[in-house]
T-cell receptor, first 113, second 110 residues
């Protein structure tokens, strides 16, 4: 079974530019999550999709972040325009059930300079 | 707000030297407590979910236990390949998101 795939693995962009992160979940997993870890802090929740619908987006920091999930398959997270404090590692995860362990991807390390 | 505190932050063990990691939590009604393992440059890898006080789960040299206020991850006779950061997270009733602690970084020396 293929795992959760994220790309790019690394991205370095200048402040004010736009970046789009992509996540391909495990096939058949209706639940898809985005989390973020900024340096020195714990991993924090951003949002949760069930199929193509946003179930919970309470963790999205501000309106510069836009997440979509096309047809309930892959998801994208766009940051526009990027700020320095957006730097960190963005993780995507997917699951069949919401009360059991997720499968995480390896993350995208975003550096805004 | 759900909170998770893990201790110690970092731990160095000799191979074979058993130890325990602590995860203290506050949550408005626990739905589940999760343990993950994370290796450098990789995403968290799921280990266990515990749902109620008194529950225990085991996998190889790892054993997780749960009380109403904390969870322990016991590492028995660790090997160098057990070196990793161990993450604890809680999920509250009524929502699906996880609140993570900062992790316990474990190094096992041969």
């Amino acid at each position: 079974e293929a795992g959760v795939t994220q790309f790019p693995s690394h991205s370095v962009i200048e402040k004010g530019q736009t970046v789009t992160l992509r996540c391909d979940p495990i096939s058949g997993h209706d639940n898809l999550y985005w989390y973020r870890r900024v340096m020195g802090k714990e991993i924090k929740f951003l949002l949760h999709f069930v199929k193509e619908s946003k179930q919970d987006e309470s963790g999205m920091p501000n309106n510069r972040f836009l997440a979509e999930r096309t047809g309930g398959t892959y998801s994208t997270l766009k940051v526009q325009p990027a700020e320095l404090e957006d730097s960190g590692v963005y993780f995507c995860a997917s699951s069949l059930r919401t009360d059991y362990g997720y499968t995480f991807g390896s993350g995208t390390r975003l550096t805004v300079v | 707000e759900d909170q998770v505190t893990q201790s110690p932050e970092a731990l160095r063990l000799q191979e074979g030297e058993s130890s325990s990691l602590n995860c203290s939590y506050t949550v408005s009604g626990l739905r589940g407590l999760f343990w993950y393992r994370q290796d450098p440059g990789k995403g968290p890898e799921f280990l266990f979910t515990l749902y109620s006080a008194g529950e225990e789960k085991e996998k190889e040299r790892l054993k997780a236990t749960l009380t109403k206020k904390e969870s322990f991850l016991h590492i028995t006779a660790p090997k160098p390949e057990d070196s990793a950061t161990y993450l604890c997270a809680v999920q509250a009733r009524g929502n699906n998101r996880l609140a993570f602690g900062k992790g316990n970084q474990v190094v096992v020396i041969p």
